[in-house]
C-alpha cells in the first residue's frame, strides 16, 4: 500500500495491531537502563546494572550506535522497506519525542521519567541514537531522508498536566533533532503552542490540519517566517476516522486545503509559495482504521496531491 499509494515519499508503517511491541512508546524503548514491562506498562527500575546502563548509553559515541539499533520485532515495516521498495528519491520516518516517551515511561512510582533530569537527559540520548540509527538504515535505500519527531503530548504543554518549561522542552528536543543530517521535522496531532515548533531547529512542521487548522492559523506571523527561512508544512488534511473518511472526497478534501491555508494566503503568502513549500498528509497515524478505511484515506491522499499538482503546472 506504501508503494502504491505514497510514491513521492514513501513512509514506513508501524504496526501496533502486529505487537504491543510496535505501540510508539515501546517501539524505540528498547536498551533504555533498568527497563521492564509490567502488563502493558513500561517502568525503569534502578537494577543492580542500573548505573552501568546508563553510563554506557550516555557515553556511546554516534559511531557506534549499532547497540542501539531499531529491531524488526519492533518496527516490522522500517525493515520490511527495502523488500517492497527500490531506491525511491526520498522516504520519511519517524521517533517518537522526547517529552512524549518521557510522559509514558514512568518510574515505580507511576511519575514520567521526564521529571527526573538524569532519566530524560538518558532518555534524549536513546531517542538520539536510535534516530541517527534509522538515518543511516534508510540512506542504504534513498538519497533524501526525513525523520519526524513525534510528539502527541505537545498538547498538554502548558497545562497542569505537563508542568515543564518550554526551556527544557526546546532542550530536549535539540538533543534529539541534533543527532540528525538528513531533513528533521516535528509532528503533533492537536493544538499546542506553534510558536514553540516553529522555531525549533527543524525543516517541517506536521499537523492535524483536518481538525486543529484553526489553532496554527493563530501564529500567521510565525508561519511566515518558517516560510520564509526555507520551511515546510506538512498538512494532515485526510482524516484519520472513518466517520469523517465516509463524509468525504477528493473536492470536498480540496475545497477544505484551500479553506486551511486561506488565513496565511491573506496574509501575503501566494498559493505556489505555500503548496510549494508543503507535504499532504494523513491528519495522524492509519492503525484505527479497517484495512479499506486505511486504503480509502491513502487514495485520497494520492488524489489530492495529483489535484493540486496539476493546478501548479506550467
Known sequence: MVAKYLPQLPAWPQLPKRSPKENMYLQFSEGFPGLM?????????????????????LTTAEDEIDAYHISADCAAGLHALPTFLSHPETMKGQITGPVSFGLCITDINGRGIVYDETLAEAAARLLRLKAKWQENFLRRITRT????????????????????????????????????????????????????????????????????ADSLACYPANVKAFLEKGGNIAWGIVPNDEDALADESL????????EVIA???????????????????????????STDAAVQALELLKGLSDKIRSRLSP
Open 251 to 258: 473536492s470536498s478534501l480540496y475545497d477544505r486545503f484551500g
Open 145 to 212: 531522508t526525513i525523520i519526524f519527531v513525534d510528539e502527541p503530548y505537545f498538547t498538554s504543554l502548558g497545562t497542569a498536566f505537563v508542568a515543564l518549561s518550554n526551556e527544557r522542552v526546546a532542550r530536549l528536543l535539540e538533543e534529539v533533532l541534533g543527532g540528525l543530517s538528513g531533513v528533521k521535522g516535528i509532528h503533533c496531532c492537536g493544538s499546542t503552542d506553534w510558536s514553540l515548533l516553529l522555531s525549533a531547529p527543524i525543516d517541517v512542521l506536521s499537523f492535524d490540519a483536518y481538525n486543529y
Open 37 to 57: 514491562i509490567e502488563g502493558d506498562k513500561p517502568r525503569v527500575k534502578r537494577t543492580t546494572d542500573f548505573d552501568t546502563e546508563l553510563e554506557r548509553l
Open 263 to 289: 488565513p496565511f494566503t491573506r496574509d501575503g503568502i501566494s498559493f505556489r509559495q505555500i503548496t510549494a513549500q508543503s507535504l499532504l498528509t494523513p491528519s495522524c497515524g492509519l492503525a484505527s482504521l
